[in-house]
């Protein structure tokens, strides 16, 4: 019998009590049709379970072994910080419909959200055919992480705070809680019993070694716990901290409502209990965070899971342990992924869960997986689903109980640390910025504009139709417009040869600086150009920023010194045009192999041919210009051109009279174009002429699903399928 069957024989069976329960629900929220899902054992009633290293949920009346497939969710949207929760319930109710759609079955948030999340769950799941089972986390103070660095100081503030987060979420699983006003905090009156679909706990955040290591050394002697619930076994005094807030937990919820479920702990690759020999960075392998060192008691029947972050890319020792070079798959490929998940799972006794895996569709990149090429970024959407599935299947193949992809929305508010100097952190949720990889997670993407962005770049230009050109030369007609993406340009010409031609767009966005010349381009303009568009075939397309205004150069050469500086960069209209860099590594040492290798960077000026069009079979989200009939579309990201805030005009000031990179006001950009015909010397300036956009409070944005959801779709339906024959 298929579950879909199972499901509908139990629903069946369900109808007579139902219309009991309805009219009992009318007094009493804490009651609904869910509750025979629980099973009852010690007194105490659960739905989830481990055994060994399976994940069990109960459901139709028996113990079902599963493997976890979900997804996680953020707690915002474009225009709002998590903190400011701006997701609304019907928000929720779609995206779950969208999840369940996928085949999904669990998701996993990481802290407590507004009574909108609650409440859309319950809802939900009220009419869904199959139930979406929450995960749900239990967030830490990261200004206390910081001010405090250690668990149990000052009458262990941290464990107190986090222990008294996870007993109001307990409430709120069973529709019995009121959190008062808190700025940046969830509040309101949780009235929906969502217990029966809270299928397990995933505490705590990924742990910064530090915070560790100090909690170590200042308890020596906290080494050992015994509770009602969980106990410990040769710990160090964090996995005390830990083993102490969980069974403060689990106790909590026993004594108050008789309910428990499944408990882990966050964990990420970085605080594991392995030990990586060539890992580059000493933090990455200094502190060891080992919960098979937490034991549950007999006492506690849903027992425990270990949860893990693994992505492909990172920490750095994935590229370069010598043991997982030698791993070679099915497919004759080094897989290093693999090769560590079959390493950590040999460490576990209980069921472990990839909480969090995936890779971003950004045009920005951050670090490089040297033998998969599954880096953290520059991947299109289509791209990035066969990679969610590849891991996805490894993950499977490597006995873990689930795997939970990272992450169901794009998250605009997101930095990087290549990007985060560059610009505001306090307006990042208000603009779209591809360069930063963290903003492009999600299997749902947000793109500007409330029904469609302000232009295509797809080859079509009948969207420019209404547009007034901002310049017209004996070359051809120059557009623009933007959004809270990107700068759109558009050039009509009526003979532009693409490959044999030369396309130069320059672009001057902040006065009193600028070439006015190209050195060895014979290209002259009116206004100081800090930045070059130049399309001279599909493999030689790029923007160019004039070397004075080169903020990689400034902030990696002048400011921290990572690679040379060069004297005439810092020299105003040098004709100088500088490739646009994109920084992924300082210079590392890989103590097994005693290798230095040098700083790495790579070209994130360089221009892709292809069609940007969500709606075209063709499309390919890394595309940044379009050639058809001797017009060509260009769409360029904001930071790109040094915009550091385009929702409130901000643009990088001059780095050398600022003494660092420094935001200032634009009220617009010169604009010019000209096309050099093979052999033919420029013999006059190029003309530029200006454009604006209107500053705005909160960005336009309509959703979108992804290629690399479908994708994930048809693997979670695979798995399932695969599930069911085996049954």
Known sequence: MSRKQKLAVRIFALLGATAVLMVFMRYNNAVTEADAAFYEERGLSFISKTDGKEFSIYRDNEWQNEFLEGVNIGAAKPGYFPGELGITEEDYLRWFGYISDMHAEVIRVYTTLDPAFYNALYEFNRTAEQPLYLMQGVWINEEDIATLQDAFAEDEKIKQDFVADAKNLVDIFHGNAVLPEKPGFASGEYTKDISPYVIGWIMGIEWDPAFVETTNLNSPGKTSFSGEYLYTEDASPFEVFLSEAGDAVLRYEAEEYRTTRALGFTNWVTTDMLEHPSEPYEKEDKAVVNTEHIKARSSFPAGLFAAYHIYPYYPDFLSYEEEYIQDVDENGEINTYRAYLEDLMAEHTVPVLVAEFGVPASRGKAHESLYSGYDQGNHDETEQGEIVVDLLQDIHSEGYCGGLVFTWQDEWFKRTW??????????????????????????MAFDPGEEASARYVDGDISDWSKTEPIAETTDGALYAASDEKYLYLMVATEGFDFGADTLCIPIDTIADQGNTAAAGQQLQFSSGADFMVRIAGADDARILVDAYYDSFHYLYAEQLGMIDKNSAFAVKDSGIFNPM???????IFLPASQQTLPFSSYETGLLSLGDANPEHEAYDSLTDYAVKDGNV?????????????????????????????????TDGFKIGMAVQKSGELATSPVKMAKYTWEAWDMPTYHERLKPSYYIIQEAFEALDEHAASAE
Not at 422 to 442: C, I, K, M, V
Not at 581 to 587: D, F, G, N, T
Not at 633 to 661: A, C, F
Request: charged share 25%; with cysteine.
């Open 418 to 443: 290549n990007t985060m100097d560059f610009d505001l952190a306090d307006r990042r949720a208000y603009w779209s910025n591809p360069q930063t990889n963290e903003q492009e997670f999600g299997l």
């Open 633 to 665: 579309e260009i769409r360029i990201p904001w930071q790109l051109l040094n915009v550091m805030d385009p929702s409130t005009k901000q643009i990088m000031g001059d780095h050398y009279e600022n003494g660092k990179i420094q935001a200032q006001a």
């Open 581 to 587: 860099l994109h920084c992924l590594s300082r210079e």
